[in-house]
């Protein structure tokens, strides 16, 4: 098995509050994410894809095919945006980075089986430098 990755950048926005929460317990549990106004991140999002390289070819899948599926799929909908209140697949969502990745793989998974014979393995979502999540696709 060969494990190939995409790296991607986009900025965003976004505030993590839960409305049926006091203000102090949101500070408790989000601290300055619970910002009045929010924050902004320059996130760093890697996919990584495996399969076996194809005989004639060489890969385990197109890389640019990939970049452009996540472009498409992910990027346009997310760069620039205030995810609590912009983005059309977090509505209802709270917008930490563990249910965007969570999201990104229902919304990629599909996609790239559909042009491939490759397989999504993980999703990574850098909101810093220091903080990052992970998702496999487990529930």
Same mark, same amino acid.
């Given at each position: 098995?060969?494990?190939?990755?995409?790296?991607?950048?986009?900025?965003?926005?976004?505030?993590?509050?839960?409305?049926?929460?006091?203000?102090?317990?949101?500070?408790?549990?989000?601290?300055?994410?619970?910002?009045?106004?929010?924050?902004?991140?320059?996130?760093?999002?890697?996919?990584?894809?495996?399969?076996?390289?194809?005989? !004639?070819?060489?890969?385990?899948?197109?890389? @640019?095919? /990939?970049?452009?599926? =996540?472009?498409?799929?992910?990027?346009? +909908?997310? #760069?620039?945006?205030?995810?609590?209140?912009?983005?059309?697949?977090?509505?209802?969502?709270?917008?930490?980075? !563990?249910?965007?990745?969570?999201?990104?793989? @229902?919304? /990629?998974?599909?996609? =790239?089986?559909?042009?491939?014979?490759? +397989?999504? #393995?993980?999703?990574?979502?850098?909101?810093?430098?220091?903080?990052?999540?992970?998702?496999?696709?487990?529930?």
């Amino acid at each position: 098995m060969v494990y190939i990755n995409r790296k991607e950048h986009f900025n965003a926005a976004h505030r993590l509050y839960k409305d049926d929460w006091s203000r102090e317990k949101n500070r408790e549990i989000y601290g300055v994410c619970a910002n009045d106004f929010g924050h902004g991140h320059d996130f760093e999002l890697i996919v990584t894809v495996k399969g076996h390289p194809d005989p !004639e070819s060489g890969f385990v899948m197109d890389m @640019k095919k /990939l970049g452009d599926l =996540i472009k498409e799929e992910i990027i346009t +909908r997310v #760069h620039q945006r205030d995810l609590n209140t912009e983005v059309d697949f977090l509505k209802g969502k709270q917008p930490t980075c !563990e249910v965007l990745v969570m999201e990104f793989w @229902k919304i /990629l998974a599909p996609k =790239i089986a559909a042009i491939s014979q490759a +397989r999504l #393995h993980a999703v990574k979502l850098y909101e810093t430098q220091k903080n990052f999540v992970e998702y496999f696709g487990e529930e």
